[in-house]
Structure formats: C-alpha cells, structure tokens
C-alpha cells in the first residue's frame, strides 16, 4: 500500500505561485511628464526625486523633468 507517489512535492506547488507572480511583477508606471505608461524595464531613463523614482519614455521627458520636478510632481493644487 502506496501512497503519495501522486503528490506534488510542496516545493514544485510554490513554484507554480512563484510563476504566477512574476507575471505580475512586471511593473509599469506613469511618465510624469507626457503621461505616457512606461515599463521600469523598458523606461529610457529615470530620475529620483523627494525618495520617488519616475521612469521616463525618453531623454527628452527627464531633462524636462530635472529642470522643474515639482511641475510635475505636485499633486495638490499650488497657490
Ligand atoms: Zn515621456
């Protein structure tokens, strides 16, 4: 008698959840300056600011952005 020759080490379960949520690591984010959705893989450059890190479509939209950061940044309302 048998049993557990048809049981999935535990291990080979994790990685099957390991697979899964690489998928969804893939993460993209927001070009403050054109609003462009760029992925961090794929961003042409990045620029941190205030201990936020923007990814950009190209050189071109970080220049803009290292010359006025809070331009694009400031979510609220500025008086
Ligand atoms: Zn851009």
């Given at each position: 008698m048998t049993t557990g020759e048809l049981e999935l080490p535990s291990s080979a379960a994790s990685f099957l959840n390991c697979n899964l949520r690489g998928d969804e690591a893939m993460a993209t984010h927001t070009d403050p300056v054109c609003?462009?959705?760029v992925d961090d893989q794929?961003?042409?450059s990045q620029s941190t600011y205030q201990g936020n890190t923007y990814y950009?479509?190209?050189e071109g939209c970080k220049t803009k952005f290292d010359k006025n950061p809070q331009q694009y940044t400031s979510q609220k309302a500025v008086n």
């Open positions: 609003g462009m959705k794929k961003a042409a950009f479509c190209s």
